[in-house]
């Protein structure tokens, strides 16, 4: 399927924008969040930071590293990507850099253990939420989630199912590499399934037909709610 967004009406092509700029600020606040709970990162992080500490790239380089392939192997599914996942790639870090500079949260770290779970937990929904908004957006899904929606879509599971699945099997790799986790980490292992899968739900973003249908255009089929 042609995306549609070179062709879409001007107030369509500013309406999917907005919700993506939206979806990846929602996202890195929820990364933001976790990062002040001090409880430890996501398991794509534990997997970045384990690509580190076996090679000798920084850990920006090896989330970069990891994006690209998990582009090409998308691309190699059928995934045609759109300005979002470019976008997602450089948003969210400049994001997340804005919101730790204001010095929000920074009281979180020297917390109750019982605040910082619900910070961590907060983060998760955040997170959640934000995944929904960019990809229901038609604009291109980050290169995580495009691997996530190719998964839901080849084998019909959940798409809460697929991405807890994938969570936990980077997690896995992340540590086995020595990648640093704590109790956050398996929160949001944990979580993020449930909230991913509520968070498509509650937004009516469907990943079912071609693949590609969630993320590759403005269509009212890919994004169940344009």
Known sequence: ???AWPTAPPTRRLVAAVRLLAGLWLFAAGVALG???GLGVSPWDVFHDGIRHTTPLSFGAATILVGVVLVAATALAGVKHGPGTLTNMVAIGVFVDV????????ELDASSLILRVVAALAGVALVA???ALYVGAGL???????LMLV?????RLDIGVVRA????GVLAVGIALGGAFGIGTILFALGIGPAVGFAFRLLRVTTQGNGTQAHDGLTREGTGDC
């Open 165 to 168: 699945l994938i969570e936990v």
């Open 140 to 146: 291109g899904a980050g290169p995580r989630d495009s």
């Open 151 to 155: 998964i839901a879509d080849r084998t």
């Open 129 to 131: 939420l934000g995944t």
């Open 99 to 106: 919101l730790l500079a204001t010095g929000v949260g920074r």
């Open 35 to 37: 990062l002040r709970a």
């Open 1 to 3: 399927m042609e995306s």
